[in-house]
């Protein structure tokens, strides 16, 4: 909500699944904001800027795949040494019921 006092626009943003997440990357494309979007091969590439190809579909893909992309964010940002791992396991970026 732009009224919201710390209203924020994301600088990129990444998704899933590009079917699900239509909406959203419709909507970051008419902002301009690129769109980084796991795939596997049945997603349209449409309005998506970087494709990262994986099984989408699989909650320990995703995970692992999330928790891979955080890792390698905080080694960018030097908030962890550049061979270094993160404190968690990536069994815990799993959704589990």
Do not use: H, M
Request: glycine letters at 4%; proline letters at 6%.
């Amino acid at each position: 909500n732009p009224n919201y006092a710390k209203f924020i626009e994301p600088k990129i943003i990444v998704v899933t699944d590009p079917r699900s997440d239509s909406q959203a990357i419709l909507e970051s494309k008419q902002n301009g904001i690129p769109v980084v979007a796991l795939c596997d091969t049945e997603n349209l590439l449409s309005f998506v800027d970087i494709a990262v190809p994986v099984n989408n579909k699989g909650r320990k893909a995703i995970a692992l795949v999330y928790w891979l992309l955080a890792r390698q964010i905080l080694r960018e940002r030097g908030d962890i040494p550049e061979d270094g791992d993160l404190d968690i396991d990536a069994t815990d970026f799993e959704l589990k019921f």
